[in-house]
């Protein structure tokens, strides 16, 4: 993950679901022009919360081993807006997990109105793309990510997150 | 529990509608998945999610779409086409598949046709009805 776009963790239930929030903010720019005297948060950029939300619990559930990439969006139903000064709540939970893919479902609230649903499959990419080579590194799950899970998932010992961020 | 015919292959149609956002119209029992239904590789994988969720069983990876096994053994392809032994192997993994008209031009890019959604409800018919 080269950037952040949620804020914190309030649940998280290894391999099962997750909740993550986003506080969304008028000092965000692209809401200027998304859109002029009528800031909303873009859709895709909802989609990408969930996709953060729901990878990293695809990720944890495999010990951060895999490299998980978003593969396809499966379903996406959007029912309200998302303006600054919201926060959001996301809802993800693993449908089905093999060794080379997963499969998640989730909602996205704001206090009690439900704001969108969105399904996605994510790939295992070392498992998948007949045999292509990846960099040995998991560019995916790099240190900046981690914060967000402090405190929040019971360290395993065979889990690559430093000693230090143990809770 | 054993299911009819029929009855498999409306919820296979659901599952296809639903996971390569086609009309139901289009999935006839010969269409292809990759060729009419435009299903890529990732879809393969929704389609099992979707199969294991309906059906509630599970589908080996490699059991319904085995083409991976094939193609990464060398002594199963020669010069872009399937072996004797390849056909073989194909015939074990794949009975499920009609292969009579494949067997004939082995083609490892028209592997992709054997997947159709006849192949589909032919596998989920033997193994719903074996129990």
């Known amino acids: ?167 | 529990m054993a299911r009819s015919r029929e009855e498999i292959l409306k919820e296979v149609q659901q599952v296809l509608v639903d996971a390569l956002g086609v009309d139901d119209d289009e999935i006839t029992t010969d269409a292809t998945l990759m060729g009419d239904l435009g299903a890529e590789s990732i879809d393969f994988l929704d389609i099992v999610f979707r199969l294991e969720k309906a059906f509630a069983i599970k589908i080996p990876r490699e059991e319904l779409f085995p083409a991976e096994s094939l193609m990464n053994n060398p002594n199963f392809i020669s010069n872009g086409k399937l072996t004797k032994s390849g056909l073989e192997e194909l015939r074990n993994k794949m009975p499920h598949t009609d292969i009579s008209k494949f067997q004939n031009d082995p083609d490892i890019n028209k592997l992709g046709d054997l997947f159709t959604v006849n192949a589909i409800v032919n596998y989920l018919e033997k193994k719903l009805n074996a129990a």
Not at chain 1, 68 to 89: M, N, Q, R
Not at chain 1, 114 to 137: V, W, Y
Request: glycine residues 4%; contains cysteine.
């Open chain 1, 1 to 167: 993950m080269r950037w952040i776009w949620i804020d914190k963790f309030i649940e998280f239930q290894s391999g099962d679901h997750a909740v993550a929030v986003k506080n969304v903010t008028l000092a965000e720019e692209h809401l200027h022009d998304h859109f002029p005297g009528f800031p909303i948060m873009p859709e895709c950029l909802l989609i990408e919360a969930m996709a953060q939300t729901a990878g990293i619990l695809v990720g944890e559930a495999k010990n951060f081993k895999e490299k998980v990439i978003l593969a396809k969006i499966k379903k996406c139903v959007f029912f309200d807006y998302v303006k600054p000064g919201d926060s959001i709540k996301i809802h993800a939970k693993i449908e089905s997990i093999a060794p080379e893919a997963a499969s998640t479902s989730g909602k996205i609230t704001c206090e009690d109105k439900l704001i969108a649903q969105i399904e996605l499959m994510f790939s295992h990419i070392d498992q998948n793309l007949a045999g292509k080579q990846f960099p040995k590194e998991n560019f995916v799950f790099t240190d900046m990510f981690r914060s967000l899970l402090r405190g929040m998932v019971l360290t395993r010992p065979d889990c690559d997150t430093p000693k230090s961020e143990q809770p």
